[in-house]
């Protein structure tokens, strides 16, 4: 007897009474069944459509506001490169090249960018949450050639 009462705890179904359907009722149950199975599935797939749009336009600000961000940088940067910049006739006189840290920069960015899936963990939850590595990545390798270009080097004027 206790052993038929353990089985009553573990397996309830087994403590319902036994009743003989008839084929055309089990197919009835079977259709309802499939129709709220699709039902689930027509609201899951509308849910994530409605949530994939909802998140699109969302971003979509962010994204704008990055460009046109980027887009003012580097006129920045570059009317600050060419401020100083003398004549055109007088640039092609110029025999040596300056030194610019462009390229250091440049070297810097690349080798972060590579590094960045090593120190990914150590950055602070916040930034891991809201920024992908490969975002950042891009972003390292994007800015390091324009904080270079902020360090540039005055040519030295040779007089002769």
């Given amino acids: 007897m206790a052993d038929a009462d353990t089985a ?13 359907l008839d084929l055309e009722a089990e197919i009835a149950r ?16 509308e849910t994530i459509v409605h949530r994939a749009k909802r998140e699109v336009v969302r971003h ?3 994204g704008l506001a990055v460009g046109i961000g980027t887009i003012i940088l580097t006129w920045w940067l570059n009317r600050l490169s060419h401020k100083n910049d003398p ?3 007088a640039a092609a ?9 462009e390229g250091l920069f440049r070297d810097a960015g690349i ?8 120190m990914w963990p150590m950055l602070p939850r916040g930034w891991r949450r809201t920024v992908s590595p490969g975002t950042a990545g891009t972003v390292v ?12 080097r005055k040519p030295k ?3 002769a």
Avoid at 111 to 118: D, H, I
Avoid at 141 to 152: N, S
């Fill in 93 to 101: 006189a110029q025999e040596t090249q300056h030194f610019t840290f």
């Fill in 87 to 89: 004549p055109p006739h």
């Fill in 60 to 62: 979509a600000g962010a």
């Fill in 8 to 20: 009553h705890k573990k397996y309830p179904e087994l403590s319902a009474p036994i009743i003989k």
């Fill in 141 to 152: 390798t994007w800015l390091a050639p324009l904080v270079g270009k902020l360090f540039r």
């Fill in 30 to 45: 079977a259709e309802q069944a499939v129709i709220a199975r699709d039902l689930r599935i027509r609201y899951r797939a």
């Fill in 111 to 118: 080798l972060l960018a590579s590094l960045l899936p090593m």
């Fill in 157 to 159: 004027v040779r007089t």
